[in-house]
């Protein structure tokens, strides 16, 4: 049965952090996967695992680049997605949104395949309505510091939509929230690995601004699980749909929590608020619950355990 419904499924990304789980549930539902990724911010260590089953295949390629595969379904990932990795090469940044689009869009129309882009709550940037649902339009500073990042992932959802209405194709848009779990970056500068890091080596925690600032934290398991939903909604049904954890937190109560699961002796230190850092920024998740089914079921404590469990072995190593 497993075998019938397998599909060829193209996962761009898939060495990072996000993809690698993907990966891993596309091939436990018995599906051919090919991950394709430049290494730029992934590494072949978060799918080493994955190398000696027969349905996984990994190749080293720049989305920027045109591909010529053949696959049902494609999964568009790649890019990085953090401040500290989208703002070294902020060029690159745009271009692997923007012509990664358009090379996976292509290549979407020439094998007729379904095709799903990963965007961003950051399409929405610093808000001015609480929570975001799919019809606000942002506000989002096209000239700063994030706007590569941003305004990158704006124009991939515009030419999925353009490809949609020119060419009728089958596109599937979500808009991810901060998602965390094993396999983030130990270095990346988000707020949940950096904490992790900082309490597990004892070192201050940084806290930017007062700390009051919140956001929402949605487990890596229950954000897959949406992704593959998504794929799955009936031809027609583009979205974009908002993916992640409405619960709110502000990033002291994060800062509090992980001292104290990690029982780490670290103290809070306080920075100034980074250009453009949004003060609020938490899901409406109205349209996922009803189109996909789907609501998150892994509460912070339980996420967060998991993942300092995930830390501790990396830093020991
Ligand atoms: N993690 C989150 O909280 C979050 C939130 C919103 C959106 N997203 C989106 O989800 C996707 C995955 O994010 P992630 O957290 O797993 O980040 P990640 O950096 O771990 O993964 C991105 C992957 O894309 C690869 N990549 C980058 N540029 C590439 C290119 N030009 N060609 C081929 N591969 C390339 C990287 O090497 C990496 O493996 C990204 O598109 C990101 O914008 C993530």
């Known amino acids: ?123 929405y940037g610093d808000p001015e309505i609480h929570p975001q649902t799919e019809d606000y339009w942002g506000r989002v500073n096209p000239i700063g510091p994030r706007s590569c ?47 992790i890091v900082q309490a597990l080596r004892g070192e201050p925690i940084t806290l930017y601004g007062d700390g009051l600032q919140t956001r929402s934290f949605c487990y890596v398991d229950d954000l897959i699980d949406a992704m593959v939903r998504m794929m799955g909604t009936e031809k027609g049904f583009y979205g974009p749909v908002n993916i992640g954890n409405p619960g709110e937190f502000t990033i002291r109560e994060l800062a509090e929590k992980v001292i104290s699961l990690t029982g780490s002796k670290s103290k809070i230190e306080r920075k100034p608020l980074p250009q453009d850092d949004p003060r609020q920024r938490q899901p409406d998740i109205a349209l996922a619950r009803s189109k996909l089914g789907w609501q998150p079921k892994v509460a912070l404590d339980d996420g967060l355990k998991e993942t300092v469990r995930y830390f501790r072995a990396l830093l020991a190593q």
Do not use: W
């Open 1 to 123: 049965m497993r075998r019938s419904m397998s599909q060829r499924v193209l996962v761009t990304g898939g060495a990072g952090f996000l993809g690698s789980h993907l990966c891993e549930r596309l091939l436990a539902d018995g599906h051919d996967v090919l991950c394709v990724d430049n290494f730029y911010t992934g590494t072949k260590r978060n799918v080493t695992h994955l190398l000696e089953k027969p349905l996984f295949e990994l190749m080293r390629h720049d989305i920027t680049f045109p591909l010529y595969v053949e696959c049902d379904r494609i999964y568009n990932l790649a890019c990085p997605a953090s401040p500290i990795h989208y703002q070294f090469d902020p060029v690159q940044t745009t271009k692997t949104s923007v012509h990664g689009a358009i090379n996976m869009l292509g290549l979407a129309k020439r094998t007729r395949a379904r095709i799903l882009q990963a965007s961003t709550s950051e399409v």
């Open 149 to 195: 990042y941003d305004e990158g992932k704006r124009c991939a959802e515009t030419l999925f939509f353009d490809y949609q209405r020119q060419h009728g194709m089958d596109v599937k848009v979500v808009r991810i929230f901060n998602t965390y779990g094993p396999r983030m970056h130990p270095n990346d500068g988000r707020v949940v690995s950096n904490f």
